[in-house]
């Protein structure tokens, strides 16, 4: 049986194919399909007999009971189909775009906050190639430092507008709720730029206009021009009354100090030019990247990965678009909204005499824990770079190492006269400690380590007298917080966000799954 029961909400392409991957992966199976068009019904009901189909979506989320809630209709709809879903307890896999207002998308962070239930927005373009591995190539620096970006959806959308197209959609040209365009196919390139750059668009300026196809109500041409929060420059060119489909610069292309990266090739001055290989074969299914996005979205499920795009990076695509739509009402740039505080660490805290209870640690023969010496900081620092905190150097572990209380109180453990783990303690007041930084080597896990470093820390450190000692941490380090949880340290609210956080890991923890 299926780890997962999937309720499809719109019955059109989009989610048929996701059902499909789904029910091909083994975790998903698809229960049930809403749809307010019976010939949408009757294609889904032809392609699964057995599940459930209906037009009453509050009927069938109490019918089908679903883990999952495919949301696939009408653009406008999404928000408020996700926040349904979220209120019945599912998680939501949403179709770009998450939200077409800035309000719908603030609301569907916010529940999905509360609930701490999984949102992710099916951007699937970051799962074709060639558009992955450029995305991937430019955050790796494979060009040096990126200046300018440009992202093209160039698509004749002729088909699906006019009543004589054999795709003809429509709510696309519905006169009070069309398809925008911008937010509906522009979003893939805004998308891919975002994540490529890695850091905020600061500043947006949109010219639009209407000549090319009289059945559709809206704008058909979009042009914008961006400047992100690290000074890199952008371009956007969105068009779905062109004949044709895939012209310009493709749906990413990125130019660097030291190269550009352009239709699946990357060229250096002096070098030559070469393709792009593929990095996840077989993630293009039905013409997009659903064989990539619905796999890691059963993957975070599962616990086995964080969320690759939030609702609060959907919220943030949706945002480049309303600055856009402001922009071409005022003729000026605009910035966009930004969605409040980024997610903080979660915090813990455990008292003193929960940490005199606690059984000593036991490690290996080959193993030792001790204090840190002068010669341990290079292999210290090696380690936790193999164990994925980047940028350590022992100049840096001697910088940590002269603050109150780390010289004498941190921890390492030794195997072959190597740091394998290790933990910095920290003097936060008179009264308070802090566990900082534990870390263990991937190729000894299993075997205690990171359990007997924050061990000897907390014994360290109530031994001099602090009264409670804190740390903070990723919400995908499930296996370090099943560590910390054991040891009896609590959570800290310290926001309102980390109430659905923590239900995240608690359920994540519950199904067995204590590696991200």
Excluded at 150 to 161: A, E, L, R, T, V
Excluded at 412 to 441: C, K, M, W
Excluded at 489 to 504: A, L, N, T
Aim: glycine letters at 10%.
């Amino acid at each position: 049986m299926a780890a997962f029961r999937l309720l499809v909400c719109g019955a059109g392409s989009a989610s048929l194919h996701v059902a499909q991957v789904a029910a091909a992966d083994g975790r998903g199976e698809t229960v049930g399909f809403f749809d307010p068009v019976p010939r949408a019904l009757e294609r889904a009901q032809a392609a699964l007999p057995e599940a459930v189909v209906g037009d009453d979506y509050e009927a069938l989320l109490k019918q089908t009971r679903p883990d999952v809630v495919v949301v696939g209709g009408p653009d406008h709809l999404h928000a408020a189909q996700t926040l349904q879903a979220l209120e019945h307890g599912c998680h939501a896999l949403v179709e770009k775009p998450l939200a077409t207002t800035i309000d719908d998308a603030q609301r569907v962070i916010d529940k999905a906050e509360e609930t701490g239930l999984e949102v992710m927005t099916d951007h699937t373009f970051r799962y074709m190639h060639p558009w992955r591995e450029t995305a991937l190539a430019a955050k790796e620096g494979k060009v040096g430092d990126v200046f300018f970006v440009q992202g093209d959806y160039i698509h004749d959308m002729w088909s699906y507008y006019s009543p004589e197209g054999e795709s003809h959609t429509p709510w696309r040209i519905d006169s009070d709720h069309p398809q925008n365009i911008l937010l509906g196919g522009g979003c893939h390139p805004i998308d891919l730029m975002l994540w490529a750059v890695g850091a905020p668009v600061s500043e947006v300026h949109a010219y639009s206009s209407k000549m090319s196809i009289p059945e559709f109500p809206s704008d058909d041409c979009y042009i914008l021009s961006l400047k992100f929060a690290n000074g890199v420059l952008g371009k956007v060119f969105v068009s779905s009354g062109c004949s044709g489909h895939g012209m310009g610069g493709g749906p990413l292309a990125v130019y660097g100090t030291e190269g550009s990266l352009w239709n699946g090739r990357i060229y250096r001055r002096g070098a030559r030019t070469r393709q792009l290989a593929e990095r996840s074969p077989g993630s293009t299914v039905g013409g997009h990247g659903w064989g990539g996005s619905v796999v890691d979205f059963l993957d975070v499920l599962e616990g086995k990965r964080e969320n690759p795009i939030t609702a609060r990076d959907g919220a943030t695509v949706v945002s480049v678009c309303d600055a856009a739509f402001r922009s071409l009402s005022s003729g000026c740039p605009h910035e966009p909204v930004s969605f409040g505080q980024e997610p903080m660490q979660l915090r813990m805290s455990i008292g003193a005499q929960t940490v005199s209870a606690l059984p000593a640690a036991s490690l290996p023969a080959t193993y030792e824990i001790r204090s840190i010496r002068s010669k341990d900081k290079g292999s210290w620092a090696k380690m936790m770079r193999a164990a994925g905190f980047a940028g350590w150097t022992r100049a840096r572990i001697d910088e940590w190492l002269a603050a109150p209380e780390r010289r004498d109180g941190s921890r390492v453990v030794i195997h072959e006269g190597q740091v394998v783990a290790a933990t910095f303690a920290t003097r936060n007041s008179p009264t308070t400690g802090a566990l900082d930084y534990v870390a263990a080597h991937p190729d000894h896990s299993g075997r205690g380590l990171g359990r007997a470093v924050c061990l000897g820390v907390l014994n360290y450190l109530t031994a001099k007298g602090y009264t409670e000692v804190t740390l903070s941490t990723d919400d995908f380090r499930l296996a370090a917080l099943k560590v910390y949880l054991d040891l009896g340290f609590k959570p800290v609210i310290q926001r309102p966000d980390m109430v659905g956080r923590w239900k995240r890991v608690h359920r994540r923890l519950a199904a067995g799954r204590s590696t991200p």
